[in-house]
């Protein structure tokens, strides 16, 4: 695992924007229209950003599978950090669906751990390469690095099968939300 150059961002955003082009949660924020492909390579743009400011970028060594990892406590307002909410709202919410979204973070969150976490939001694969192992390696790799920090690692899925495979590194759902599909939030300890 390396860390992401800022310079691999737009491999980043296409790796995450094909793994997540069908996840039930990135289809719930983002506005359903001619534009979805558009909204999605914008929030996972949104994603790196947020992630390079205020957590780590990951590339396998191949850069064919990544992983943003947020720390919370790290994430503050910022004039930068105010301004990509704002058109991750504008680009791919759609400005009416704002309290919707809203209202779903703020029941996801009410569920977070209140200590310092290490957050996977995202770790994405490049679609041809699914079952090759390459995930599997930087997920234990991600572990490695939040052993070392004594932080559990924290993680939400929408997709009940990725409940198994996390399952099998230690990972234990601590809750289910009902956000018109059943999201996992998962933690492994330290």
């Not at 082009?21 to 558009?38: G, I, L, P």
Request: aromatic residues 12%; hydrophobic residues 40%; proline residues 4%.
């Amino acid at each position: 695992m390396i860390s992401a150059a800022y310079t691999d961002k737009a491999v980043v955003v296409e790796i995450l924007s094909n793994s997540f082009d069908s996840n039930k949660s990135v289809n719930f924020v983002v506005k359903q229209d001619a534009k979805r492909k558009e909204r999605i390579r914008f929030l996972m743009d949104y994603s790196f950003e947020v992630c390079w400011m205020f957590g780590n970028v990951y590339l396998s060594e191949d850069k064919k599978a990544c992983a943003l990892v947020m720390l919370p406590e790290n994430k503050r307002s910022t004039i930068k950090s105010w301004c990509l909410d704002v058109q991750l709202a504008f680009r791919s919410f759609g400005i009416e669906r704002i309290n919707k979204i809203k209202a779903r973070e703020k029941r996801i969150k009410a569920l977070y751990p209140q200590e310092p976490t290490c957050y996977l939001w995202f770790l994405g694969v490049a679609p041809e390469l699914h079952r090759k192992g390459i995930g599997k390696k930087l997920l234990q790799e991600i572990i490695a690095e939040a052993e070392i920090s004594g932080r559990p690692l924290c993680l939400e899925t929408s997709v009940a099968s990725n409940v198994e495979w996390y399952e099998k590194y230690g990972f234990r759902v601590y809750a289910t939300v009902d956000v018109g599909y059943p999201l996992f939030m998962m933690r492994r300890e330290p």
